[in-house]
């Protein structure tokens, strides 16, 4: 039996539009694992970035379920973020971007870093703004993928856009890229 009043509409079917935390894909997790030590996400309760990071397979043809090729986040640039007066630095903009993309070059493809990335800075990012952030791992070729990400608010304002060259990381990388730091 309901009790919702028969002049109230139902509530719309949620739609399941595939994507799931990062974490709860078996290919993500490894890498989530590495995202809460990083720069940008590892501080989720803190004051200055807060991200969330999901994936769902996309339309190439080694993506499945289980090992999606597709990644976003939500993100929230806090008070400690700030650069000019009321707003996020670029810095935090462009390491948001950065750190996307990587992840998202690890998920379609492989570990990966940055070679070369650029940056536009569209509209200032107010502090307290939470948006979404989109990323499109290209192709890859034998050493490397071609990526881009942008930043976007709930309204629709595009306020950054990157692109990036990233690096698969192989065997001439051994030992480069190792985890450690005092
Ligand atoms: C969990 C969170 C992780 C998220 C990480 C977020 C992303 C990051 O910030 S990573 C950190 C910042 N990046 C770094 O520290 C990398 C520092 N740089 C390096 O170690 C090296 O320069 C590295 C590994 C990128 C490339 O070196 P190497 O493997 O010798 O590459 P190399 O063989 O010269 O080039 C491979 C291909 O990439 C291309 N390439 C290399 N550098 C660039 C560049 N700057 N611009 C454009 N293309 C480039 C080359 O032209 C080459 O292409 P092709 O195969 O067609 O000839």
Do not use: C
């Amino acid at each position: 039996m309901t009790l919702t009043p028969p002049d109230t509409p139902p509530a719309p079917a949620a739609v399941d539009d595939g994507w799931r935390p990062l974490d709860a894909h078996p290919v993500g997790r490894t890498i989530a694992a590495f995202a809460t030590r990083s720069f940008v996400a590892n501080d989720p309760h803190g004051d200055r970035l807060r991200i969330r990071y999901e994936a769902r397979a996309a339309a190439v043809p080694h993506a499945t379920a289980a090992q999606p090729a597709e990644l976003r986040a939500e993100v929230w640039f806090g008070p400690k973020a700030e650069g000019p007066p009321g707003h996020a630095h670029g810095g935090s903009v462009a390491a948001v971007l950065d750190e996307a993309m990587g992840l998202a070059v690890w998920l379609a493809h492989r570990a990966a870093v940055a070679a070369h990335i650029e940056v536009d800075f569209r509209n200032p990012v107010p502090l307290g703004l939470t948006g979404r952030v989109e990323t499109t791992a290209g192709p890859a070729d034998e050493r490397k993928s071609s990526v881009s990400a942008r930043l976007v608010g709930p309204d629709g304002t595009v306020y950054g856009e990157a692109t990036g060259i990233f690096v698969l990381l192989g065997e001439r990388h051994a030992g480069r890229f190792r985890g450690g730091g005092a």
